[in-house]
């Protein structure tokens, strides 16, 4: 009889080795991966709130787990949501550098009424006479940016633009213009004739230039280190307990 429960508790034993070896590892692995890639994301997160001033969803929101890990290819990606991939300004916030030109920038580069050179524009703030319109998160406001670019013409769609018609219909919707001299270089709104002028957008000529502050790359390497292997032990113990 103790013979019998003494080789039984053996064949149980190897019974239970053999899953681990062939079921719980992998699967507690997979798990692990994919919680520490869930917690290098929330690390980011976490991360955009100390160097970023008020981040919008949009940018804390901008990573996702794609693909997953799974048994075959035991690797989980923390990747830039499509949306985001074709923006910059994670990237040079990563690296540092010279940022390139926004799609605005570009647009008031070819359509905006000025002799010089627009390589990058700012929000202009700080004064009575810069008077730009600010969102909750402190970044321009995308009415404004629409409205400005509709009064100078510089649409895409060539429909949204404002024309004389629209202008005379709407007699008291606030101007935008470039002025050629007398003013500094940028775009000033008007809300009506003979009132002063306020810049809205400041024109610079120069690159900007960015220091390295995100912390993505260093960031992921040090929770990967600290999270793996703890939730590894974690997601085996948890798979064992509930092994059949």
């Known amino acids: 009889m103790d013979l019998r429960l003494e080789r039984r508790s053996v064949d149980d034993l190897i019974q239970n080795l053999s899953d681990v070896g062939l079921k719980q590892v992998p699967f507690a692995a997979v798990v692990a991966v994919n919680k520490t890639a869930r917690e290098v994301i929330a ?7 100390v160097v970023f001033d008020r981040p919008t969803p949009f940018t804390k929101n901008a990573f996702e787990l794609r693909p997953a890990a ?21 990237k040079v916030q990563e690296a540092g ?7 605005l920038e570009k647009l008031l580069s070819l359509k905006a009424a ?4 627009i ?3 700012i929000p202009a703030t700080g004064s009575p006479f810069e008077a730009a319109r600010l969102d909750r998160y402190g970044n321009w406001s995308s009415g404004e940016r629409n409205q400005l670019l509709s009064g100078l013409g ?24 470039v002025p050629k001299h007398g003013l500094a270089p940028g775009v000033y709104r008007r809300k009506a004739k003979g009132d002063i002028p306020v810049r809205v957008l400041k024109f610079s000529d120069k690159v900007p230039q ?3 502050r995100l912390g993505f790359k260093d960031g992921v390497e040090a929770i990967f280190a600290q999270r793996i292997g703890v939730n ?11 092994a059949r």
């Not at 075959?72 to 991939?85: D, I, N, R, S, W």
């Not at 550098?97 to 799609?103: F, S, W, Y």
Request: hydrophobic share 30%; aromatic share 8%.
């Open 154 to 177: 510089a649409q895409r769609e060539a429909s949204t633009n404002t024309t004389d018609k629209s202008r005379k219909r709407a007699k008291t919707r606030a101007t935008y213009f």
């Open 119 to 121: 390589q990058s524009v």
């Open 210 to 212: 960015y220091d390295k």
């Open 70 to 90: 799974t048994k075959t290819t035991l690797e989980a990606t923390v990747a830039e949501k499509p949306m985001q991939g074709r923006r910059h300004y994670l």
């Open 43 to 49: 690390h980011i997160k976490d991360r955009m709130d």
């Open 232 to 242: 590894f032990a974690d997601a085996l113990a948890k798979a064992l307990s509930t």
């Open 114 to 117: 000025w002799s010089g050179v």
């Open 97 to 103: 550098g010279p940022r390139e030109q926004t799609r």
